[in-house]
C-alpha cells in the first residue's frame, strides 16, 4: 500500500464529512491494479505527493518505501539502489528504473531531473518473470504525466535557497484537436554550488547544474487505439566527486584538497513511443525505446593535494528495447465456468545495447616506479561490451469466486554478449593486454503466487519466485576476471494488505526471505584506482520484515509511517576478493528503514495554510563487504511549510534540518587514502522558499 495515500485534499465528489483514502492504481504486474489487491510490496508515490514534497529525483521518493536505500555520488550520474539488501554494479543493476516502459539497463542513465511525472513506483521482490534479467531485486517505474486532451492547463515553480541554489522548471498541457490529439511541454534548470571545499584553492568541487525538457505528443484516433510519442533529454554539467579520506571527512566534513578540479558531463537523449488498444477480449500494449547517453568525468584521481595521478574517462551507451504485450481485456476476464474466470498476459522483448569505455590514468613521474622519471599514462580500459537479447513471458491469474486469486507465470530470457577490452600504458613500458570473447546466456525464471480476499478491504497473499541477472564482462578489471557468471535468487513472501476504519487507514505489512546464489559482487580494484568490477562471490540470504501505514484521521490531517528490517548475510561459502567473508553484512544494507510524517492544512479564507514534517532513518551498515568500515545509524528531517491561495503557492523548506552529519558510502582505496577508505559526505542543511502558480 503506498506511502503517498494519505493525502490532505478532499475529493470534491465525497460527501459531506465524509473522507477517505484515495484508491491507488500501481502496474506491478504491468497491468493496471488496485495496489491492495497486488501480491507483492508495492510503495506508490503519485502525483500530488511527489509535488507536495518536491520530489526531484528518483531517490527523494525511494526515502518512502521500507527497506530500499539509495546512494548518489555527488556527481549525479552514478546512483546504486538496493532493495531488502540486493545490488551491484551500476553497469549490471539488480534493481531497474523503467522511465515510461523503456528499462535503464545502465544505472547511468536512470538518475535524472524528473519532470512532469504521474506517479512513480517501487516494486521490492524479484520481478524477473515479467521484467526480466535485471530485476533481481525489484523494479523502479516512473510514468510521465498524460498530456490532456480536455483543457489547456500549465505551473511553473521555483525553489530557491542557500548554496545559491537555483531551480525553475514549468509545464504546459492541453488538446490541439479535442479529444484527439494533445500536446505536453516541460521544461527547467536547475543548479547550486558546492557542499565541499578545495581547502588549497578556496574553490567548491562538487558544484550541479543541469538543464532538462520533455515533450509529449498524444493521439487518440479513436476509443480503443492510444498512441504517445515521448522526447526527454537532459544535459547535466556537475562538478567533482567529493570523495575525500572517509577519517578525515568524519573530521571535518565538506572540506578536501585536491590538486586537480575536475568535473562529470553527462548528456542522455532518449525518445520513446508507447501504442496501446483497448478491445473487447484482447488490449494490446506495445513500448519502443532509445536511450543514447554519454558522460566525461575528469578527476584528481589520488583525492589529495599532491599531484600523483588524475583520471579522464568517457562513457557512452546506446540501447533499444522493444516490448510488446497482449492481455485479457480489462474487466473482461475468461469465464472457465460458474465459479471460476481467468485473466491472461503473453508477451515479448527485445533488445541491443553498446556500451563503450575510453578511461586514461595519468601518473606523474615516480609514482609507479623510482626509476620511472617521466609521466606515464594507462589507458585502462579502451573498451566495448555489445549485447542482445530477448524475452517471451507469460502469466495467468485463476480466480475462484472473487475469493481466491492463484497466479502462474515464466519469463525465458536468452543473452548473447561480445567483449572486446584492452589495456596499456603509454609510453609502452609494460607489455599491453587484450581480451575478445562472447558468451551465451539462457534462463527461466517462474513465479506463483495465491491471494485470499478475506473481506473486500483486506486482502492476504504469498509469493514465491525467482529472480535473475544474467552474467557478462567487465569493462575493466584484474587480469582473470574479465568474467563474471549469472546471479539467481528464491524469494520466498507473504503478507496482508488491509482497510480499516471506513477506508481512513490502511495498513499493509508483510515478511520475505531471500536466498540467492553466485551473488554478483561490486568490488573495487586496488591496482587501478577509481575502477569497479563484478566478481561472483558465493550464497547469501535476506530475511526481513515491512510496514507502511496511512491514514487520514481528519480531512485536514494525514499521516504515514514505513518501517523496514532486513537481515542480510553473506553464506559460509562466500569469498570476496579472495577472502571469506562468510557470516558478514552485505555492504550498503542498513539493519532498518523509518519513515514518519505529518502534513496539516488549514483553510483560511481563499487560501490554504498548512505544515508538513518527515523522518526519515537509516539503521548502522557496512561499507565493503569485508565489513571493516561502517555509517553509524542517522537520521534525516524535513520541514515545509506555506499557503496555497488560488492558484499560487509560497512556501518555506528545509532539509536535513538538524544538520545530521553522515557519509552515505565509501569503499576501499588501499594505501592512497590514510584509513583505507574514501567517501562522500551526505547533503548538509540546506534551507529556501518555493513559489509557484498554476495556469
Known sequence: MGIAQAQTSTSSTEPAGRFELPTVVVTADKIPEDVGEVPASVTAVPRETLERVDVRYVIDAARFAPNVFMHEFTARKLSNPRFRGIGSSPNNPAVTTYLDGVPQLNANSSSIE????????????????????????????????????????????????????????????????????????????????????????????????????????????????????IFSGERARDGDF????????????????????????RDIVAPTFVLTRRGSRVDVASTTGLVRWKTQDVTDLDYTGLPLLSRDNTEKDVQFTQDVRFSSAAGAPVTVSDAVVMNWQLGGSFFTQRYDQDAVNSFSPFVLSPYLSFPISQTSPLSSLNDVGFGVYGQSTWTVRNKVDLAAGARVDWESKEADIRTFFSPAFAPPSAVTTDADFVHVSPHFSASYHATPEATIYGTVGEGYKAGGFNAASPAGLESYSEETSWNYEGGLKSMWLDRRVSLAASVFHIRWDSLQLNLPDLRVPGQFYIANGGGATSSGVELELAARPHPNLSLHGAFGYTRARFGDDSFSSGLSVGGNTLPNSPEYTLRVGADYSRPIRNAEVYVRGDVTAYGSYAYDDLNMASQDAYAITEIRTGFRMQKILCELWVRNAFDSLYVPIAFAYGALAPSGFIGEPGAPRTFGVRLGVDF
Not at 121 to 131: D, M, N, Q, T, V
Not at 242 to 265: I, V
Open 114 to 229: 524528473l519532470i512532469d511525472v504521474e506517479q512513480i513506483e517501487l516494486i521490492r521482490g524479484p520481478r524477473s518473470a515479467l521484467f526480466g534479467r535485471n530485476a533481481i531485486g525489484g523494479v523502479i517505474t516512473v510514468a510521465s504525466r498524460m498530456p490532456s486532451l480536455a483543457t489547456w492547463s500549465g505551473n511553473v515553480t521555483a525553489p530557491f535557497g542557500n548554496f545559491n541554489s537555483r531551480d525553475v522548471r514549468g509545464s504546459v498541457s492541453g488538446p490541439l484537436i479535442a479529444d484527439r490529439l494533445a500536446v505536453s511541454f516541460a521544461a527547467g534548470y536547475a543548479a547550486r554550488d558546492g557542499f565541499t571545499q578545495n581547502d588549497l584553492t578556496g574553490n567548491t568541487l562538487d558544484d550541479r547544474s543541469a538543464g532538462f525538457t520533455k515533450l509529449q505528443l498524444r493521439w487518440t484516433p479513436n476509443n480503443a487505439w492510444d498512441a504517445r510519442f
Open 242 to 265: 567529493a570523495l575525500h579520506d572517509l577519517g578525515a571527512l568524519r573530521e571535518n566534513p565538506f572540506h578536501a584538497s585536491r590538486s586537480l578540479e575536475g568535473f562529470t558531463n
